[in-house]
């Protein structure tokens, strides 16, 4: 009875206007890698992981599991103030962190880096706060449309070509966050 309504309701998995990048188990082999990397680096240091909202839950909740030391979560949601269809830069905070960052290490944890305004914004805005530190681990970097490009990402799970891309938390119009891979949506007008 449950496999068959499963069977019956979900076809998003399997939906055919996705060409797959990233299967699950190449992501979270890769994340395994960046959660070795960053153990070893923060070892000591009192760190804490905010969460850029809402495409970020999904790395995050993956790369938390595989940092082995003591560290908290934070959240942040940030909108980027458009001039018709171009991003200037500036972002609205909708929701701040719940505690102060003084002394701590800070990792901003992204899904996608992709202009680098918002995060650039994000990062001076966190810069004024006393953080011991502060690094960028993104999921998804993709260089080619960056505007930002002093920007400096500390930690990339993959560097992408130009293209759209959905799933592992990165939505079209809200959707297809909750695919378990990364996918290139082939046909957008079906999107
Ligand atoms: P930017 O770096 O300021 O241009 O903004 C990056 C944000 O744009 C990301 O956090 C995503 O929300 C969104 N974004 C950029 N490229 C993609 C994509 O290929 N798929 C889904 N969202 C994207
Ligand atoms: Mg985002």
Redesign the pocket.
Known sequence: MTSEFAQAVSTEFSNPNFEILYSAERISERIRELGAQLTAEYAGKELVLVS?LK??CVFLADLMRVIDLPLTIDFMSVS?YKDGTV?T?DVEILKDLSNPIRGKHVLVV???????????RLIEILGSRGAASIKIATF?D?PE???KKELIVDYTGFVIPN????GYG???AGRYRNLPFVGIVTDPSKA
């Open positions: 850029v495409g970020s980027s991003s830069g992204e899904d996608i880096v992709d202009t680098g305004l918002t995060l650039t998804l993709k449309p960056r505007i293209k759209f891309v959905v990165l939505d079209a």
